[in-house]
């Protein structure tokens, strides 16, 4: 038996020696040490012996699983020492070499457009005011005069959360918002820009999108009139597409206002004359504006009677789109740096 040992001993510490790899060294220590190793089995057999060969063989055992066990032990040090050192050597950085250029953008098309469009409006006395983008249908919908089953909630697909709550489908809300906030006896100049949803099944068209929505609310001796509005519009519009840029006024139908107007503007590509993108007809639609609806005044706590004003909106996207010749959306979500870097040129 003590032959055997000793053989055991011998032809473990060879292959010890050979191992060039931790997972080697692992399958060795359950081939000699392990429950069904050939060590243990040498222990399970000591049953059979005398009582004297008993102490003498044990010691024996021990004595080579403890040499084995140490083989193993300073042979794994050495490989992990080695793998490190390979590592190391792999992964070295020369650290006097010139620095990678790092690929950089510039501000987003849309921020540029938001800035300059809240940079004009504060110019001209409005507040710029923002709100939740998940929204109540109340504020969403029924203070702005589309109560529950009106025909013109079906204009807008919305993304409702629970009965109640949606994701806003447009900026309007932060009009009823602060409406109610200003008590219904103040003047109010303000607007709003953000996020808005839509479900979409076009696609052509996306679920989010953003916008910019205007309000002007004030007593009726100082005749905030549809006078007012074209000539914001115009301020606005030349600003944003060129001093060159025409409007056009053309009756719709929004809920929110009364008489409400469609806004085309002057294709800023062939100057009005005709071309592919406005369809040869010369003007572009871009914004939806109006008087605000007695009901809406009504139902914010604003007296009809005392009080009136106008609202506009348009889509931020859209807008970004005309002011930079910008021919696909797509571009504005992508974050694609070899399309945002084009816009460094505008901060010359």
Same mark, same amino acid.
């Given at each position: 038996?003590?032959?055997? /040992?000793? !053989?055991?001993?011998?032809?473990? &510490?060879?292959?010890? *020696? +050979? @191992? $060039?790899? #931790?997972?080697?060294?692992?399958?060795?220590?359950?081939?000699?040490?392990?429950?069904?190793?050939?060590?243990?089995?040498?222990?399970?057999?000591?049953?059979?012996?005398?009582?004297?060969?008993?102490?003498?063989?044990?010691?024996?055992?021990?004595?080579?699983?403890?040499?084995?066990?140490?083989?193993?032990?300073?042979?794994?040090?050495? /490989?992990? !020492?080695?793998?490190?050192?390979? &590592?190391?050597?792999? *992964? +070295? @950085? $020369?650290? #006097?070499?010139?620095?990678?250029?790092?690929?950089?953008?510039?501000?987003?098309?849309?921020?540029?457009?938001?800035?300059?469009?809240?940079?004009?409006?504060?110019?001209?006395?409005?507040?710029?005011?923002?709100?939740?983008?998940l929204e109540t249908d109340e504020f969403c919908f029924e203070r702005l005069n589309l109560p529950k089953g009106h025909p013109a909630r079906d204009m807008q697909d919305s993304f409702y959360i629970t009965n109640e709550y949606l994701l806003r489908t447009q900026t309007s809300a932060v009009q009823a918002r602060t409406m109610l906030d200003y008590g219904g006896n103040?003047?109010?100049?303000?607007?709003?820009?953000?996020?808005?949803?839509?479900?979409?099944?076009?696609?052509?068209?996306?679920?989010?999108?953003?916008?910019?929505?205007?309000?002007?609310?004030?007593?009726?001796?100082?005749?905030?009139?549809?006078?007012?509005?074209?000539?914001?519009?115009?301020?606005?519009?030349?600003?944003?597409?060129?001093?060159?840029?025409?409007?056009?006024?053309?009756?719709?139908?929004?809920?929110?206002?009364?008489?409400?107007?469609?806004?085309?503007?002057?294709?800023?590509?062939?100057?009005?004359?005709?071309?592919?993108?406005?369809?040869?007809?010369?003007?572009?639609?871009?914004?939806?504006?109006?008087?605000?609806?007695?009901?809406?005044?009504?139902?914010?706590?604003?007296?009809?009677?005392?009080?009136?004003?106008?609202?506009?909106?348009?889509?931020?996207?859209?807008?970004?789109?005309?002011?930079?010749?910008?021919?696909?959306?797509?571009?504005?979500?992508?974050?694609?740096?070899?399309?945002?870097?084009?816009?460094?040129?505008?901060?010359?």
């Amino acid at each position: 038996m003590k032959e055997k /040992l000793e !053989q055991i001993y011998k032809e473990a &510490k060879e292959q010890i *020696e +050979k @191992i $060039d790899m #931790t997972q080697g060294l692992n399958d060795l220590k359950v081939k000699y040490l392990g429950k069904k190793g050939e060590l243990t089995e040498i222990l399970k057999g000591m049953g059979k012996l005398s009582p004297e060969e008993r102490p003498k063989l044990g010691s024996i055992v021990n004595e080579i699983r403890d040499s084995i066990v140490e083989a193993i032990e300073t042979k794994e040090k050495e /490989l992990k !020492q080695k793998e490190l050192n390979k &590592k190391l050597e792999k *992964e +070295k @950085i $020369d650290v #006097t070499l010139p620095a990678t250029k790092i690929t950089r953008g510039s501000k987003h098309p849309i921020n540029r457009v938001i800035e300059e469009i809240q940079d004009l409006f504060v110019s001209m006395g409005y507040d710029v005011i923002s709100g939740p983008e998940l929204e109540t249908d109340e504020f969403c919908f029924e203070r702005l005069n589309l109560p529950k089953g009106h025909p013109a909630r079906d204009m807008q697909d919305s993304f409702y959360i629970t009965n109640e709550y949606l994701l806003r489908t447009q900026t309007s809300a932060v009009q009823a918002r602060t409406m109610l906030d200003y008590g219904g006896n103040k003047p109010i100049r303000m607007i709003c820009t953000g996020k808005t949803y839509r479900r979409e099944d076009d696609a052509t068209h996306s679920h989010q999108f953003n916008q910019v929505e205007g309000l002007v609310i004030d007593e009726k001796d100082k005749n905030v009139s549809l006078s007012d509005l074209k000539g914001t519009l115009e301020i606005f519009v030349r600003k944003m597409l060129g001093e060159k840029t025409e409007l056009r006024f053309r009756p719709s139908y929004f809920p929110f206002t009364e008489p409400s107007y469609e806004v085309d503007v002057s294709c800023f590509k062939c100057g009005g004359k005709g071309c592919n993108l406005c369809k040869q007809t010369g003007w572009i639609e871009l914004l939806g504006a109006g008087i605000v609806h007695p009901n809406v005044l009504k139902m914010n706590g604003y007296d009809p009677e005392k009080y009136g004003g106008f609202a506009f909106g348009t889509g931020i996207d859209r807008l970004a789109m005309f002011k930079y010749g910008i021919t696909d959306m797509r571009y504005l979500y992508t974050n694609d740096v070899r399309f945002l870097k084009q816009f460094d040129r505008f901060e010359k």
